[in-house]
């Protein structure tokens, strides 16, 4: 595979726009806070985020605390932001951000009672 090649800054912000619009540039990388509803839910967080770093090979930096999980992204051999990171950070808001009843799924999701509350949605 060929080596990837950093985007340029006003490329990013572009992308940023349409494609990941919770995401941001900060300090270059790309930059997203998940909050959640305590503890085991971060820890839940944190290891989805893992399990997809760890497949995909490309791993973020991971900025944990009791009921947020900010995850920072960039492609430290292209020394930048890439496609991988791009491709990354979708995955992940696909999967932390996955809620099945919202697409038909016979599966209900995370009841809205606080007491299994999990991902603190944006909307």
């Known amino acids: 595979m060929a080596r990837p ?6 490329e990013i912000e ?6 990941l619009p919770r995401w941001s540039l900060v300090d270059g990388t790309l930059r997203r806070t998940f909050k959640t509803a305590g503890w085991k839910a971060t820890l839940m967080v944190v290891n989805t985020v893992g399990h997809l770093a760890e497949a995909a090979w490309h791993h973020p930096d991971l900025v944990v605390s009791y009921a947020t999980v900010e995850v920072r992204l960039s492609t430290h051999s292209a020394k930048g932001i890439t496609d991988f990171d791009f491709a990354l950070a979708r995955k992940i808001d696909e999967v932390v951000l996955w809620r099945p009843a919202r697409e038909g799924s016979p599966l209900e999701g995370t009841p809205t009672d606080p007491r299994h509350a999990y991902i603190v949605y944006d909307d």
């Open 5 to 10: 090649q950093a985007l340029a800054p006003t």
């Open 14 to 19: 572009a992308r940023l726009r349409a494609e």
